[in-house]
């Protein structure tokens, strides 16, 4: 008997805990958020809800809710911040994965400058400006705040992308007479398609989730979700605050599947080469 127990790995009891400890942390938080999302009635010291329902969905996505509009606003405003990433990141991308600039890794490093400091006094300065040429409380301001942030994502990645697609294809279809454009477009662009795409989806939840750049630029005439999410979280409304946060992670938890399948290993390497 005491030969069996010797030969028991007891390492699965610590790593049963750590493990289960990660998953406490990870989805406590989900299941809570779930719980306020359907509780009617729930207050200390009970820990579960006294009653469920969905009255407070009816009030979050009632005309007076500002659900709809919040939504609306947030996908049209992440969809243009994604085209304009995009319109910008590709031709850059291109231009630092394919020609030996000067100063290349300074130019990296140049996007990054948006992430050093504290955004709320980037967005303060930014609102003043905004302010004094019209644009503050406009769906054009808060898509150019957040390109500003969607850049980094872009640019990195797209660089990456075309990084990790041969140059030698590309030579190859000019070697059989094919224009550099038609080049880039019916090669290099296809096989750097996934990558750009996982850029496109990055930028997109960037921008869904952006509140201080939303609040300093377009509160109170552009109404987003995490406007509406913070509203309502700071009035001890916490179901509506719930339901709220559920919407903005639907996508979040669909678009990061979607990063999962097609940013492959080999474009993720070439990051910041």
Known sequence: MST?????DWWWIPRGVVLG???FVIFGPLANLLLWALAEKWYFPHALPLEYGFSYWE???SPRGNAVESLTNSIVVALLTVMLSLMLAIPAG???ARLKLPLRGLILLAFLIPQAFPSLTVYVNIARLFYAVGLNGTIPGVVLVHTTHGLVYAVWI???AFAAVDAELEEAARSIGASGLAAFRDVTLPLAAPGLLA??????LES????TGSYFVGAPDVNMLP?????????GNYQIASITALLLLIPSIGFMLVVERFLRVDVLARVGR
């Open 199 to 204: 850029s496109a989806i990055f930028v997109f």
């Open 59 to 61: 009030r979050v996505f």
């Open 158 to 160: 797209a660089t990456a």
């Open 227 to 235: 406007l509406l999410l913070y509203t309502a979280g700071a009035g």
């Open 21 to 23: 400890l990660l998953a």
């Open 208 to 211: 869904l989730d952006e509140f």
């Open 94 to 96: 291109y231009a630092l």
């Open 4 to 8: 069996v127990l010797a030969r028991l």
